[in-house]
């Protein structure tokens, strides 16, 4: 019953995104600082962070919404993918070491202890040597 009515009131609303999750994950950032240094400015930027979340979560304006979500993401993504390499790299280090490609600057992770090898670049077909 409960299910039907909240499936009902959301019928033409927008709806969760990347933006209104990164929100949230600011306004808790905020209200954390806030409560840590007693400071009322981020408490304010941490509830009007919410109020903002749920006024887009319940907008009707469908194209507007994904218009500022695709323009989030355009400048989300390079970062995201940029930290997901940085925490591979960090995670893989002790089994892997990594190259770069002088012909095409692609990363190229070859395995440790292996001594001295002719690396060949898939991307470019470039080769070189170099001791793992």
Not at 32 to 58: D, E, P, W
Not at 60 to 77: G, L, P, S, T, V
Request: hydrophobic share 40%.
């Amino acid at each position: 019953m409960i299910r039907n009515f909240f499936r009902k009131f959301m019928m033409g609303r927008y709806g969760p995104d990347h933006l209104n999750f990164a929100l949230i994950i600011l306004s808790l950032i905020f209200n954390l600082a806030g409560g840590i240094t007693r400071l009322q400015l981020f408490f304010v930027l941490s509830y009007t962070l919410i109020v903002l979340a749920v006024l887009r979560l319940l907008s009707r304006n469908i194209r507007q919404r994904r218009a500022e979500n695709d323009k989030f993401i355009r400048y989300w993504w390079p970062i995201k993918t940029k930290l997901g390499r940085i925490v591979k790299r960090i995670k893989h280090r002790k089994t892997h070491k990594f190259f770069k490609c002088s012909g095409c600057r692609n990363t190229l992770r070859i395995p440790r202890g292996k001594g001295k090898l002719q690396i060949t670049c898939p991307k470019c077909g470039k080769k070189f040597y170099k001791k793992t």
